[in-house]
């Protein structure tokens, strides 16, 4: 959707000049962030509307295989992309979108995920935060720099290591018929890992394709029975693990069905499996598995963080399956 302009390394000069940037030419499009430090890999968007801030999203993955990724939205968002943007290792680009319509539809996807306040945010981290040039940015600031940043990376891997211990999946009570599909809405996977247990519990078996390391999983699922998958690219010694190949998904779904009469069958990150591939190469993905589904004694459950689909890509999915709610 946007035509990529110059990659920088990140710095306080270097964010205070992209900053100042963006509001001489009123850039609409966006500021990208990356940066991968110690094996920790972070994603930051700020979306522009003529130079005007109105939307943020930020994802942090952490090194190692006892935590799950964690996703901020708005001013939080903000916060950890600019303060990222400041770290020397940091990869900062700027996206100009020529297609406003495509940018207007994107920012009211996101609705609930505009901040009114993050011009003045931003404006506050641009004053406390980018001093001139002729203040100096020496070592010893680069110290602090670092410091700061490692405390932010603390911060993260301990929210996602309490949230990786946190799952009580043992009260979900929903009634499934079986040959039918069901799009789970939810904010975290926890629901639908939910309700995937409850249907072991009746004697089904069990196949999960999770973007949560099994390891983490079997805390909550202790002596559970189920086939668990690690949906990554990463190579696991110790786990069995899928690529986000919609190919090879589907050849292990039809080789777990084929062994099992009646079961349940649980993908719980079709974002990533969008983002991996494209909408319309899941969508086909989809009704392909809908459809093997409706010829057996089994049940499937997609989960979905709502706002990460349009209004448009909802209502295309709830035709095809049907609607369950976080509750």
């Not at 390891?215 to 696991?236: G, N, P």
């Not at 209004?311 to 509750?327: A, N």
Request: glycine share 8%.
């Amino acid at each position: 959707m946007g035509e990529k302009g110059e990659e920088k390394k990140g710095g306080q000069a270097t964010l205070r000049e992209v900053l100042d940037t963006i509001k001489r030419i009123g850039l609409t499009g966006y500021l990208r962030t990356t940066l991968a430090l110690e094996g920790d890999v972070s994603n930051g968007v700020l979306v522009f509307d003529q130079g005007v801030p109105t939307m943020a999203l930020y994802s942090f993955k952490p090194a190692g295989n006892n935590s799950v990724e964690m996703m901020y939205r708005g001013e939080r968002a903000a916060e950890f992309t600019l303060g990222d943007s400041i770290f020397p290792d940091t990869s900062i680009s700027l996206m100009r979108v020529t297609d406003r319509d495509a940018l207007s539809a994107l920012i009211e996807d996101y609705r609930q995920d505009r901040a009114p306040d993050l011009t003045d945010f931003i404006m506050h981290f641009y004053r406390d935060n980018l001093r001139a040039e002729s203040v100096g940015e020496g070592a010893e600031e680069g110290a602090s720099i670092l410091e700061l940043k490692q405390a932010i990376m603390k911060y993260h891997r301990e929210k996602s290591l309490e949230l990786g211990g946190k799952r009580d999946l043992r009260d979900v009570e929903l009634e499934l018929d079986e040959g039918e599909s069901y799009l789970v809405e939810e904010q975290s996977r926890d629901f639908s890992h939910g309700i995937f247990m409850a249907y072991i519990g009746k004697g089904y078996s069990g196949l999960a394709i999770s973007r949560t390391n099994p390891r983490i999983l079997r805390r909550s699922y202790e002596e559970v029975e189920a086939e668990l998958i690690w949906l990554t690219d990463h190579e696991s010694e110790a786990e069995r693990t899928i690529p986000p190949s919609l190919e090879k998904i589907v050849v292990v779904l039809e080789e777990f069905m084929a062994r099992n009469d009646r079961c349940i069958v649980l993908i719980d990150d079709l974002q990533y499996l969008i983002s991996s591939n494209s909408f319309e190469g899941a969508l086909r993905f989809i009704r392909s598995l809908v459809d093997r589904i409706s010829e057996r004694s089994a049940l499937f459950l997609l989960s979905i963080d709502p706002a990460s689909l349009s209004q448009q890509e909802r209502s295309i999915l709830e035709r095809e399956m049907r609607l369950v709610r976080e509750r």
